[in-house]
């Protein structure tokens, strides 16, 4: 072969692989980006606040003394399910039932005063009734007349004065019995045993201060529990009673607790130089577990009433700061294969949906990825929806293909 036919050949070859990759090109930015697509309908959106707390009986009744007394008996034993007025400790009664002995003693002492100042009164206004008659018979002076009198005043004074001893000493000896019947210790609530702290021997105290003996034992309901939590001040104001609550004890970390929000505190606590809210959770009663007061537990409170809206994936809407420092949420749609930029309106929204309130309908197809691509994107550019996989087969032949670029490199290096 010549050598301009040779050269004609050649530069023919190039030609046609130039155009080749031309047409390519033009092909591939004709059929657009690949993205990913998303059809915009109803979601289950359920955004949530994490909180954390104890777990409670919702009815538990620590009981104290009233009295100080030694522990003679104790009727029950923890576990025990008692009903409300049962017996369940007696302390010593000798202190007391020797208090009522005196204060009964007090109170006759306080009856006889009395019979013997009616008597004295009546005597006296027997003499004051003789004395009016020698007076009007002149038979007594007005001086004498006077003392009469006075005598009667002071008697019926006196009489007042031993009535209200009476009434003194009934009031001190009711409260000798009040006391004395304190002694016996009774079941203010139907429940169960939870805690019996004291035993027989000690003394009890009565007090509230954590001393030995102050605490004789807690009475529970424990039918019924609830939930303790904190919340922080920040999301304090989204909460509202009535709202649902999963609740996670840490003995069973994966059995959700249904509950709702049952009371939200009005004053904040001070922990960590963080303020935080209590907000209480009845849980509904459990199948299967056996929670018990004082479990710590996290929970999950729901913002929403977990009814369908429409969404969208959250990684596809973005957003933009606009004039007067206004942020504005858009979307990327595609439109017969070109991408329209959506400003919309966002509301609820969880780990995975974002609520829409406007700017889409049910059936609009938005742009969910890849970021790259989202993040370039221009108005009008032509896009395609990509196939679920395709990126994974891309990147694998990608891989295949640059290894065999190596190979046949390193085989011409090698013939060289």
Do not use: C
Not at 240 to 267: C, E, H, M, N, S
Not at 297 to 302: E, K, L, P, Q, V
């Amino acid at each position: 072969m010549k050598p301009t036919t040779k050269k004609a050949l050649v530069a023919t070859l190039i030609v046609a692989a130039l155009v080749t990759v031309f047409t390519l090109s033009k092909l591939r930015g004709e059929s657009g980006k690949e993205v990913d697509i998303a059809v915009v309908a109803e979601q289950d959106v359920r955004p949530t606040i994490l909180a954390s707390g104890v777990l409670a009986y919702l009815q538990e009744v620590k009981l104290t003394s009233e009295v100080v007394a030694k522990v003679v008996a104790i009727h029950v034993a923890e576990g025990d399910h008692v009903q409300a007025g049962d017996l369940l400790l007696t302390l010593d009664q000798e202190t007391y039932r020797n208090a009522i002995a005196r204060e009964e003693a007090s109170r006759r002492q306080a009856v006889i005063s009395i019979e013997r100042q009616r008597l004295a009164l009546a005597l006296a206004e027997k003499k004051l009734e003789r004395g009016e008659s020698l007076r009007e018979r002149q038979m007594i002076g007005q001086s004498e007349f006077d003392d009469l009198r006075n005598a009667r005043d002071l008697a019926r004074v006196e009489l007042q004065s031993s009535e209200e001893a009476l009434r003194r000493a009934d009031a001190i000896l009711g409260e000798a019995r009040e006391l004395l019947a304190k002694t016996d210790i009774r079941a203010p609530i139907t429940g169960t045993i939870v805690d019996l702290p004291i035993k027989i021997g000690e003394t009890a105290i009565a007090s509230t201060n954590a001393f030995a003996g102050a605490s004789l034992m807690t009475i529970a309901d424990t039918a019924a529990i609830q939930a303790e939590l904190k919340v922080d001040e920040a999301d304090i104001a989204r909460i509202q009673v009535g709202q649902a609550v999963d609740v996670y004890a840490t003995a069973f970390p994966d059995t959700a607790i249904k509950g709702r929000v049952a009371r939200i505190a009005l004053a904040p606590t001070l922990e960590a130089q963080a303020r935080t809210y209590e907000v209480i959770a009845l849980l509904e009663e459990p199948t299967g577990l056996v929670l018990r007061s004082g479990m710590s537990a996290r929970a999950d409170i729901f913002l929403g009433d977990g009814g369908r809206v429409l969404a969208v994936p959250v990684e596809a809407v973005g957003s933009e700061e606009v004039d007067e420092k206004k942020v504005e949420r858009f979307v990327w749609v595609d439109r017969d294969g070109s991408a329209r930029r959506v400003v919309v309106e966002v509301g609820l929204s969880d780990d995975r949906w974002e609520q829409i309130t406007s700017g889409l309908q049910a059936g609009d197809r938005v742009i969910t990825g890849p970021g790259r691509i989202l993040r370039t994107l221009l108005e009008g550019e032509r896009v395609t929806a990509r196939r679920a996989g395709e990126s994974g087969a891309r990147a694998g032949r990608e891989a295949e293909d640059g290894e065999t670029a190596n190979v046949e490199r390193s085989s011409g290096e090698g013939e060289g």
